[in-house]
């Protein structure tokens, strides 16, 4: 599924580039004030190009490393928020999570949402894994859960989606003006990848509050802050503008890299 997507995609954007190649020869520049004009859309394509090209060098099911049980030495250190305190959270904290849904929507063909238990009776999946994270630490870990694909297929990704937005219930940042919640973000490559999971399990235990129960996703190639915990809504869209401060995420507003990948 998610190669059809990718080729498709990535044959007509070298399509749209290709053609804006030729008009550019052309020495037609008035084009430049209009937004719509095709030739203008064709050169906005480049960027994606780049980033298609890079996904293509790197292949979409390349798998992440796993490793031996022995290799897990130490717990999962928490990391950023450990304990959110927003009143959604706590009150879902309070009851044991049991009013707790993941919501899938956007551009899907039906919105759908799921509670916990139907989440951990859906087919599980296991990996341990390395977590980087950019402050200069990594942990090995076993991850339990199950995979988004399988999910976002139930929902029925439109053919325009290409991003999910992953919606989380910590207040990473206060500010006078409110606070600010984390969030993150992946094109559907890492959203339909075969290891990327919605977990709600760490070395055999239930997820704690401290790595982001009751549900943190795991992309496995992608960094630290790629990872997000406690999250709540998986939101499909064509564009990430609208969303924090445009950038895909928390840390990429604030000037981490988007595709953050290892
Ligand atoms: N919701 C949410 N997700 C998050 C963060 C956070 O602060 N809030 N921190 C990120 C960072 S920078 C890292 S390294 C990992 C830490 O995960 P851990 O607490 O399980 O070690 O979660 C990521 N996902
Ligand atoms: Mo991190």
């Given at each position: 599924m998610s190669r059809l997507i990718t080729r498709r995609n990535f044959l007509s954007a070298s399509v749209a580039a290709g053609s804006g190649l030729v008009l550019a020869g052309c020495d037609q520049f008035d084009f430049l004030g209009q937004r719509g004009h095709p030739l203008r859309q064709a050169m906005e394509q480049a960027n994606v190009l780049t980033y298609r090209a890079q996904r293509a060098l790197i292949g979409d099911a390349v798998l992440a490393r796993e490793y031996a049980a022995s290799e897990i030495r130490q717990g999962m250190k928490p990391n950023g928020s450990v304990e959110p305190s927003t009143p959604e959270y706590l009150f879902l904290r309070m009851q044991d999570f049991a009013g707790y849904r993941l919501s899938v929507k956007g551009l899907v063909e039906r919105e759908v949402s799921f509670s916990l238990d139907e989440l951990r009776n859906m087919?599980?999946?296991?990996?341990?894994?390395?977590?980087?994270?950019?402050?200069?630490?990594?942990?090995?870990?076993?991850?339990?859960?199950?995979?988004?694909?399988?999910?976002?297929?139930?929902?029925?990704?439109?053919?325009?989606?290409?991003?999910?937005?992953?919606?989380?219930?910590?207040?990473?940042?206060?500010?006078?003006?409110?606070?600010?919640?984390?969030?993150?973000?992946?094109?559907?490559?890492?959203?339909?990848?075969?290891?990327?999971?919605?977990?709600?399990?760490?070395?055999?235990?239930?997820?704690?509050?401290?790595?982001?129960?009751?549900?943190?996703?795991?992309?496995?190639?992608?960094l630290g802050y790629k990872q997000p915990k406690y999250l709540h809504t998986i939101e499909l869209v064509d564009d990430l503008s609208g969303f924090g401060q445009g950038k895909g995420g928390y840390w990429e507003d604030n000037g981490y890299d988007w595709y953050g990948g290892i």
């Open positions: 087919p599980a999946q296991s990996q341990i894994t390395r977590h980087d994270c950019v402050e200069g630490w990594s942990a090995i870990a076993k991850w339990t859960g199950t995979r988004l694909g399988p999910l976002l297929d139930l929902a029925g990704a439109k053919p325009q989606a290409r991003f999910c937005v992953y919606q989380c219930f910590d207040n990473i940042q206060r500010t006078p003006m409110g606070d600010i919640l984390y969030y993150e973000s992946s094109d559907l490559i890492d959203a339909y990848h075969p290891q990327t999971i919605l977990a709600y399990g760490l070395n055999d235990q239930m997820l704690p509050v401290a790595n982001g129960a009751p549900i943190r996703l795991r992309i496995e190639r992608a």
